[in-house]
């Protein structure tokens, strides 16, 4: 096999089974794995690789059921799952998709993707033991929808993908946190612990290098988001905002006040 990160970011990328390519990529020992930032790497079809199941429907599709019955708390963790799953595609596709970027750019998103997958595990570890398997529930496909629009441009990407919509998960996370403590799921609400923690880094280092790239283009990060997120028809998002969370990723004043503008 491949120690080129970015060749091996594909080829885990392109495994079907979610379950087999968190496994994978938590064997990875990145600190052996050699980087080509400037290496050009042909797509290949039918990325990325994914199970039949979920089947994936519009979102408008999706039942909403009450958190306190078996099959709410089910379809909740299921969502979650899913998420995660979309997730680890995501880190591993901005690996091997953009060349030119500095080494620890790619070394960042290993941790990322090796993150994600074990955030897929727990998640999907619990929702087995509520007695579903990942896969029995439809999902929809906003996180890589996203990623197919933006494959063109890194900077679009990094805004509306770990900016945007990951950076969504920073809000949502402790409102399901409670509702899961409110029908007594401690387990959930302590895996939604690690992811938060996790994700606020994940969000910081989308920052990070979206601001790189502002900088060497010269643009100004506040309106050339608001000008990417029109451009590529990202939803407005609205509150409540958790501020703290964005504080430590990174977020910074002017942002947070274009945001809830």
């Not at 595609?89 to 997958?117: C, H, S, T």
């Not at 063109?152 to 919509?165: E, H, K, Q, S, Y």
């Not at 506040?222 to 407005?236: C, D, H, M, P």
Request: aromatic share 6%; proline share 6%; glycine share 8%.
């Amino acid at each position: 096999m491949t120690n080129s990160a970015r060749r091996l970011a594909q080829q885990l990328l392109l495994i079907s089974s979610p379950q087999e390519k968190a496994a994978a990529v938590l064997l990875l020992e990145p600190a052996s794995l050699s980087i080509d930032p400037a290496e050009l790497i042909e797509e290949p079809a039918n990325l990325p690789g994914r199970p039949l199941k979920p089947v994936l429907v519009h979102p408008g599709q999706l039942k909403h059921r009450a958190v306190g019955t078996r099959e709410g708390r089910g379809a909740l963790i299921h969502a979650l799952t899913h998420i995660e799953a979309n997730a680890v595609n995501l880190a591993l596709d901005v690996i091997w998709r953009f060349p030119g970027m500095p080494e620890r750019f790619y070394r960042d998103w290993l941790k990322v993707a090796q993150e994600e997958a074990l955030h897929f595990q727990l998640l999907a570890g619990h929702l087995a033991g509520i007695g579903y398997e990942y896969g029995d529930l439809p999902a929809h496909d906003g996180l890589w929808e996203m990623a197919e629009k933006t494959r063109g441009d890194l900077l679009a990407r990094l805004a509306l993908v770990p900016r945007t919509l990951e950076a969504r998960g920073l809000d949502a996370s402790l409102p399901i946190r409670n509702k899961l403590i409110s029908v007594g799921d401690k387990k959930g609400a302590d895996i939604l612990d690690i992811i938060l923690r996790d994700e606020i880094g994940h969000v910081a280092i989308g920052n990070h290098w979206y601001r790189h790239l502002c900088t060497l283009r010269e643009l100004d990060p506040v309106s050339t988001y608001a000008n990417l997120a029109k451009a590529y028809g990202a939803r407005k998002l609205s509150g409540p905002f958790n501020m703290e969370a964005r504080r430590a990723a990174g977020f910074d004043e002017a942002e947070l006040a274009q945001l809830c503008a």
